[in-house]
Structure formats: structure tokens, C-alpha cells
């Protein structure tokens, strides 16, 4: 055990996203940042300052402070923590089976820097763990001079950095006050808005950060259903409704719902937890079934497109991460979607920029090319799923030109829709009307074949 801590020393417990994000800028902020990683392969990339998943900027940035000297990855935790002031706990909390936030691994982090940490260092938990956890972490430790407190992360995949250079505020939540201001000072300035609160309140402000967002999201998308069934156009209801300071635009997109890490494990938890103290809140157990709705209702829409039969029909899908400008795979829409349409016995050659190499084990059915255009060739229809700006940037003439179907769902309503009609494309997005189906005769129902009632097939 080191004799001195150090606020200026930093430990981070596990390299995963937040971690090490939460490492490199803490770094090219100055401080001299250690790493405890277990994993070797991810130990050995970060040593030489290349980051194991895509974030835009983190390449560059680990090499500079690799090479700097101001971060190291290192294996056991006596050289993580030495010396160090505050200790960053970043390891997972995966959901388990009844959708409780598994503490397995931060139990262990905080047993084996307790074995090791200088005495006056602070533990900042910054993985997202339940309410009370904190506080618990604290009564059952075996160091009265270590301090815990709650420390949680708000970054989101694909501007993480960003994200953490101008955090929206940073929020420490304890019952010590001196070690909540020592860990307040790590990120942002000046003007940077902090909340120092108890560490229930922190877990809680995660948490219901998360699950409020996700609830956002699902509002929308059951708002585009009535939208499709009254004719009303979801964007310019969005719009509309988003000028309202009170109520914003963000996180009003409709589409195919929620996915990665976070918001569905942590919308889970935060159910499973009040249920926990007797509660039923039901607002998130509608949102979560409204989310597996949408992809549900995506799928009924290519069903529909194509005529009620998916059978040795092929379907090209663009985009497969869970949002653009990330690799991350977990809980992606697209992985339900293609598992449904497989199941209803379409071919699906997949495409995205950076995802390719992880879906490749996750859809073992699927064809996947890199090229959108030779994705789309001969295919009956296209269902784009993942809003990179490349796909709403295609060249639709040609893509449609060399499918042997003219149909393409949106499911990020991220094309206007213009360019695929013009190209002689039928248009079909997630609450607003179908475009591009010739006039019809007036009582027609043409229109309804591409509606998106969620049909009576079973779909996963
Ligand atoms: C989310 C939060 O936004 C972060 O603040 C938080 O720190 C992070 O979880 C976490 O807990 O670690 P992230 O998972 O990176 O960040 O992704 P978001 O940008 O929030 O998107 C989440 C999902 O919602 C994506 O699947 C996205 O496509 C979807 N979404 C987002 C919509 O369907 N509509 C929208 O309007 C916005």
C-alpha cells in the first residue's frame, strides 16, 4: 500500500467504453491516468495507444497520451492504484436473466482496490449500478479511510469525447463532501454546471437520465403509429412539438426505438429495482414494449411491401450498428429485424461502414458486403436501419436502378424521400405516408399494403 494519495494520479478500473474514453480525456487534461485492464489483447492495443472499438478521435488521442506517458495500461491493480487519488470504477454491470444489474464485477474491482489503494483515496463508481449500491459499497468496506462515492457518466457512443471535453454537467453524488469536490474537479471547467448531491440521488439521476430519454423515444414512435392511421406526418408533429422549449426536439426521432448498451439494460433495471421496493412503474414497462413493438411494425412493413410473403424474397438491410458512428452491435435493432425477416424466410445481405467484422458471428445467416450498392443489387426491397450519412448520401437512381424490387423502408426516416421516388422507388417510413405508389382510385387501399400494423405473424 502506497502512503500518499494523489488526486493528480488517477486509476481506472477496466478499458471498456467508458473507461477508457473516461481515460484518455482525463489524460490530455493532464492527469496521469492508469489503466487496469484484464483483458490482455485490450491491455496490449491500449499500450500502443490503439483503441480496441471505434470511436471517432480515440485513435489519435490514445496515441498522443500513450506516447506521452500520461496513460498506461496496466494488468494488476497494486500498479493501477498506487499513489492513486481517486480511483474510477468502469466495469460492466450486464443485466441478468430477471433484469437486475449484475454487480459481480464491480463487487470485485472494489475488493481488490480495497487490498491496495493509498489511504485517503476516493472510489468513484462510475459504472451504472442501482440505487443504494454507493452507499452499501461503503458500510461493507473493509477501509475506513477510502471514500466512496457516486460518480455517473452521461457520454453518448459515436461523440463520447465531446461529450466529456463539454460535459451537459457532472454530477457526484456522496455523503462525504470533500471527496465529492475532489472527484467533481476531475471533468469539465469553470462554467461547467455540477451537481454534488448523496450517492442515491446520483445512481438515481443516471438512471432516470436514461430511462426518461428512452420514454422520449417511445412517445414518439407510438405518436408516428397514430400519425400512419390518421395521415398526420410524425417529423413536422416532432417539429412542432420540439419548438417547445419545455419539451425540445432531441430525442424525438422515430423509427425502430432504442438499442445498445445502455438504455435497454438500464430502463430494465431501473423496473426491475422499483418493483424491488414494491413499486410498478409503469410507464417504463410500456416504453420497453412499445420499443420491441417498432421493430416488429419495421418488419410488418417490409411483410407488407412485399406482398405478405417474405419467402426466398431477398432484402437488402443498410446499417447494422445501433446508431451511426459506432461499431457496437449490442442490442441493435438490426439484429432482431434481419433474425425476423430470416425467420420469415427472406435472404438479407447486410451492409455498414464499420460494423461488419462483429455482426459477421451474430448473423451467420446473412450475406454481408461492404459495398451499399452491391448490397441493394437485385434485391426485392431495402430496409435501411442504421442512419449513416451514407445511405441517406446514396445515389438512389442507382440503387433502385439495380434492384429488381422498387421498395425501400426507412426505418430512421432519414431520407426525404424524394430521391427514391424520383428514382422510381416506393417510398415507406416509420409515421409518415408512403410515397411513390402510383395514384390510386378514389376508397383504393392500395396504401394499407404498406402500412405498419403489427401483423398476426408471430415475429420473434
Ligand atoms: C445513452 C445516453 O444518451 C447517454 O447520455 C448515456 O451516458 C449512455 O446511454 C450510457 O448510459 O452510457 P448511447 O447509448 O450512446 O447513450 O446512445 P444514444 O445516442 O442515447 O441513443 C440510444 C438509442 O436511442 C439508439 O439506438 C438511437 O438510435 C435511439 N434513438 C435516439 C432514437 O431512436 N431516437 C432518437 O430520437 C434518439
Known amino acids: 500500500m502506497t502512503s500518499e494519495a494523489d488526486d493528480q494520479i488517477i486509476c481506472i478500473i477496466g478499458a471498456g467504453y467508458v473507461g477508457l474514453v473516461t481515460a484518455a480525456r482525463l489524460a490530455e487534461a493532464g492527469r496521469e491516468v492508469r489503466v487496469v485492464e484484464v483483458d490482455a489483447d485490450r491491455r496490449a492495443a491500449v499500450a500502443v495507444g490503439l483503441s480496441p472499438i471505434f470511436e471517432p478521435g480515440l485513435d489519435e488521442l490514445l496515441s498522443a497520451v500513450v506516447a506521452s506517458g500520461r496513460l498506461r495500461a496496466v494488468e494488476t491493480m497494486k500498479e493501477g492504484v498506487a499513489g492513486a487519488g481517486i480511483v474510477i470504477v468502469a466495469v460492466g454491470t450486464p443485466p441478468t436473466h430477471d433484469g437486475e444489474a449484475d454487480l459481480s464485477q464491480v463487487r470485485l474491482a472494489v475488493d481488490q482496490a480495497l487490498a491496495e489503494v493509498a489511504p485517503g483515496a476516493v472510489i468513484a463508481i462510475k459504472s451504472t449500478v442501482p440505487p443504494e449500491t454507493t452507499r452499501a459499497l461503503g458500510r461493507d468496506s473493509t477501509r475506513q479511510d477510502v471514500t466512496f462515492v457516486m460518480f455517473p457518466e452521461f457520454l453518448r457512443e459515436g461523440s463520447a469525447l465531446e461529450d466529456l471535453r463539454h460535459p451537459s454537467r457532472v454530477v457526484v453524488g456522496g455523503e462525504d463532501v470533500a471527496a465529492v469536490r475532489r472527484v467533481a474537479a476531475l471533468l469539465g471547467g469553470p462554467d461547467t454546471t455540477r451537481l454534488l448531491c448523496d450517492s442515491v440521488s446520483a445512481e438515481l439521476i443516471k438512471y432516470g437520465s436514461n430511462a426518461f430519454l428512452a420514454t422520449k423515444i417511445s412517445f414518439i414512435n407510438e405518436m408516428a403509429q397514430l400519425c400512419e392511421l390518421t395521415g398526420a406526418d410524425i417529423e413536422k408533429v416532432a417539429d412542432g412539438m420540439g419548438l417547445d422549449p419545455r419539451i425540445g426536439r432531441s430525442f424525438l426521432g422515430a423509427g425502430l426505438g432504442w438499442g445498445g448498451s445502455c438504455f435497454p439494460k438500464d430502463v430494465r433495471a431501473l ?8 413499486q410498478s412503474f409503469w410507464l417504463l414497462k410500456a416504453a420497453i414494449e412499445v420499443n420491441s413493438q417498432q421493430r416488429r411494425r419495421f418488419t410488418a412493413k417490409l411483410l407488407r411491401g412485399l406482398g ?4 426466398g424474397r431477398r432484402i437488402a438491410i443498410l446499417g447494422l450498428a445501433f446508431k451511426p458512428f459506432t461499431d457496437d452491435l449490442r442490442q441493435a435493432p438490426a439484429l432482431e429485424v434481419v433474425r425476423q ?3 420469415l424466410g427472406a ?3 447486410a451492409t ?3 460494423a461488419l467484422d462483429r455482426a459477421r458471428s451474430l448473423l451467420p445467416r446473412a450475406t454481408l458486403v461492404a459495398d451499399p450498392y452491391e448490397a441493394v443489387t437485385g434485391a ?3 430496409g435501411l436501419v442504421t442512419e449513416w450519412p451514407v445511405y441517406r448520401e446514396l445515389d438512389w437512381g442507382r440503387a433502385i436502378g439495380l434492384m429488381r424490387g422498387r421498395l425501400v423502408v426507412d426505418g430512421r426516416n432519414c431520407l426525404d424521400g424524394t430521391d427514391v421516388t424520383e428514382g422510381g422507388g416506393v417510398y415507406v417510413s416509420m409515421g409518415r405516408r408512403t410515397r411513390g405508389l402510383p395514384p390510386q382510385a378514389p376508397g383504393s387501399t392500395a396504401e394499407g399494403v ?5 401483423p398476426p405473424v408471430p415475429l420473434g
Do not use: F, K
Open 271 to 278: 423496473e426491475t429495482s422499483a418493483g424491488y421496493h414494491g
Open 308 to 311: 405478405g410473403s417474405l419467402e
Open 341 to 343: 425477416l430470416e425467420d
Open 347 to 349: 435472404q438479407i445481405v
Open 352 to 354: 455498414d461502414p464499420v
Open 380 to 382: 426485392d426491397a431495402v
Open 450 to 454: 404498406y402500412s405498419s400494423t403489427v
